[in-house]
């Protein structure tokens, strides 16, 4: 970073390793607990970085080191890739990355029911939310969705949304709350009780499998 090799950890637990997941729009960073969520637009070599909150971080403030990488991601406008390194510059950002194997995803696949909306339960009488993972694809019960195409690296998650949906009904509020937050998915991640937690940078829901 800036013409410096990354440090190795330190016996202070203060320096930790920089790994970046690649998407089709995003960059996302992380170092221990510390996320870094950049989306992007590209032609040819030129990239245009816009800021995003980051996803939930540990009870620690940042290093240096992950201080100066959140403000060098945030200043790139060109990448090329080399003899299989990704390098990201622009007017004082420099940043070179070599290749590291892919984190296994979680196993996401399967049908899933909609539990709780960051804190909410689903409303008296509403019909359940229910999704279908698999394939690349998600897919959800009501037809007012189309879907939504995903890549997963661990827990990190792209998510795509479908054009258009298969139905002309209009959607209720909840279905409202719940298409926004899937257009900002950035995390999927199995719990101890086998629920599925979706993240975006400001909300999270809880799902339970369906047998």
């Known amino acids: 970073m800036n013409g410096r090799p990354a440090p190795a950890p330190d016996d202070a637990d203060s320096i930790h390793p920089i790994t970046m997941t690649v998407g089709d729009f995003s960059f996302r960073a992380r170092s221990q607990c510390v996320a870094f969520w950049r989306r992007y637009e590209r032609d040819a070599e030129k990239l245009v970085v816009t800021t995003a909150n980051p ?11 992950e201080q100066e990488f959140d403000r060098t991601l945030s200043g790139v406008d060109r990448a090329t890739v080399r003899d299989g390194r990704l390098t990201l510059t622009g007017p004082g950002a420099d940043l070179t990355f070599e290749p590291a194997p892919p984190a296994a995803p979680e196993p996401i696949t399967g049908r899933w029911r ?26 959800a019960n009501a037809c007012v969705f189309a879907g939504w195409r995903y890549r997963l690296d661990g827990t990190l998650m792209e998510i795509t949304p479908q054009t258009e949906p298969v139905c002309q009904r209009g959607t209720t509020g909840w279905e409202k709350r719940f298409g926004g937050f899937m257009a900002g998915v950035n995390r999927a991640t199995i719990v101890q009780n086998g629920a599925l937690i979706l993240d975006s940078a400001l909300e999270q829901v809880e799902f339970r499998r369906v047998p």
């Not at 996803?55 to 080191?65: D, K, Q, T, Y």
């Not at 009488?125 to 897919?139: L, S």
């Open 55 to 65: 996803g939930a971080m540990c009870a620690r403030g940042l290093s240096h080191w």
């Open 114 to 139: 909609l539990h709780v909306m960051h804190g909410v339960s689903p409303p008296a009488g509403a019909e359940p939310i229910e999704i279908t993972i698999g394939g690349g694809q998600i897919e």
